[in-house]
């Protein structure tokens, strides 16, 4: 059985929204359920529904018709507003018992930070160093199974993100390193 080239393409936009980086970045906060239950509406409100939102409507006043091929010049602005959204709900869940909650954020501001410095120069595949990094964090903190998930899944994003042009090798090749060595270097140092 033969798939068309539209079909593939749609095939490829649903991934890459699956797993867009947002998205993995709300599921990384969510990650375990039970600790950070009391603060689920605000992990989602400010750590996914205003950084998507901020970022559709700068894309839709930019003139970006295709939200899944972005300049990586255009990509500066959401970064900072997610940063913001970030910091926010830091200083909300503060007084949630759970510290890894706070750890996280603070990894996902430096992440985003990281991300946001390298798109200055380089048009890096975002997705892949978001799920390469998640595939590192989840190996070599112990959870086999996620970390299973994410090696199954970078195969099928890379497929997706080059059946839709938006990235070359060379930026799929350096998200999925770069993201990796990030989950090694904070799994070391933290």
Not at 8 to 29: D, E, G, R
Request: with cysteine; charged share 10%.
């Amino acid at each position: 059985m033969r798939i068309s080239a539209n079909n593939a393409n749609l095939i490829a936009k649903i991934i890459s929204a699956a797993v867009h980086p947002a998205v993995l970045q709300f599921l990384f906060l969510l990650f375990p359920l039970p600790e950070v239950k009391k603060d689920i509406l605000f992990i989602f409100l400010f750590g996914f529904f205003l950084p998507v939102g901020f970022a559709g409507i700068y894309f839709l006043k930019s003139g970006i018709s295709d939200l899944f091929l972005i300049p990586a010049r255009k990509r500066i602005i959401p970064f900072l507003l997610g940063m913001v959204s970030l910091l926010i709900l830091f200083y909300i869940v503060e007084n949630n018992e759970e510290k890894g909650l706070h750890q996280k954020i603070i990894l996902l501001l430096v992440l985003n930070g990281i991300s946001c410095l390298i798109t200055l120069f380089y048009k890096i595949s975002l997705h892949l160093l978001s799920a390469s990094f998640l595939l590192g964090y989840f190996l070599f903190s112990g959870n086999m199974i996620w970390g299973v998930v994410f090696f199954v899944l970078i195969p099928i994003i890379t497929f997706a993100r080059k059946n839709l042009k938006a990235h070359s090798n060379s930026e799929l090749i350096s998200g999925g390193v770069v993201g990796f060595l990030l989950a090694i270097l904070y799994l070391y140092f933290f």
